[in-house]
């Protein structure tokens, strides 16, 4: 990807650590994917019924990687506070999706993959929201 690269041509460069940032980013635009693929997969599986909450924390964390590494992504004039906020929130949400997921791991292949998705994308947030708070 691009990332980094994109966000070292920005004239206001915000971002102090962009490394970090590209991995937050990136991380979630992996688990955006990811989950948005665990969600319709698991819609296919014969216990559909059983995997609702699953399914309702895929798309969840899905939307919220979505929005973060878009407002991420800027850094004309960040607001620290709704970043951090985004951050957090992403990082927590995929905690929750991780942790469900990794209830059907051992049965299901997309949701394990899943899981380590969501658990790489915490790591990258939290990591990221430690550079947000530096320089906040």
Same mark, same amino acid.
Do not use: F
């Given at each position: 990807?691009?990332?980094?690269?994109?966000?070292? +041509?920005?004239?206001?460069?915000?971002?102090? $650590?962009? $490394? /970090?940032?590209?991995?937050?980013? %990136?991380?979630?635009? $992996?688990?955006?994917? +990811?989950? +948005?693929?665990? =969600? %319709?997969?698991?819609?296919?599986?014969?216990?559909?019924?059983?995997?609702?909450?699953?399914?309702?924390?895929?798309? %969840?964390?899905?939307?919220?990687?979505?929005? +973060?590494a878009r407002v991420v992504s800027r850094q004309m004039e960040p607001d620290a506070h709704l970043v951090r906020s985004a951050?957090?929130?992403?990082? $927590? /949400?995929?905690?929750?999706?991780?942790?469900?997921?990794?209830?059907?791991?051992?049965?299901? =292949?997309?949701?394990?993959?899943?899981?380590? =998705?969501?658990?790489?994308?915490e790591e990258a947030c939290r990591s990221a929201l430690e550079t947000v708070q530096a320089v906040s």
């Amino acid at each position: 990807m691009r990332t980094r690269e994109m966000l070292k +041509t920005s004239p206001s460069g915000a971002w102090t $650590d962009i $490394d /970090a940032i590209a991995r937050c980013i %990136d991380g979630c635009l $992996d688990c955006l994917h +990811t989950c +948005t693929s665990c =969600a %319709d997969a698991c819609l296919a599986e014969e216990s559909v019924a059983d995997l609702r909450r699953c399914i309702r924390l895929n798309l %969840d964390c899905a939307d919220i990687c979505d929005v +973060t590494a878009r407002v991420v992504s800027r850094q004309m004039e960040p607001d620290a506070h709704l970043v951090r906020s985004a951050l957090q929130l992403c990082a $927590d /949400a995929c905690a929750a999706c991780a942790a469900e997921c990794e209830r059907h791991a051992e049965h299901m =292949a997309h949701c394990r993959i899943c899981a380590e =998705a969501c658990r790489a994308c915490e790591e990258a947030c939290r990591s990221a929201l430690e550079t947000v708070q530096a320089v906040s």
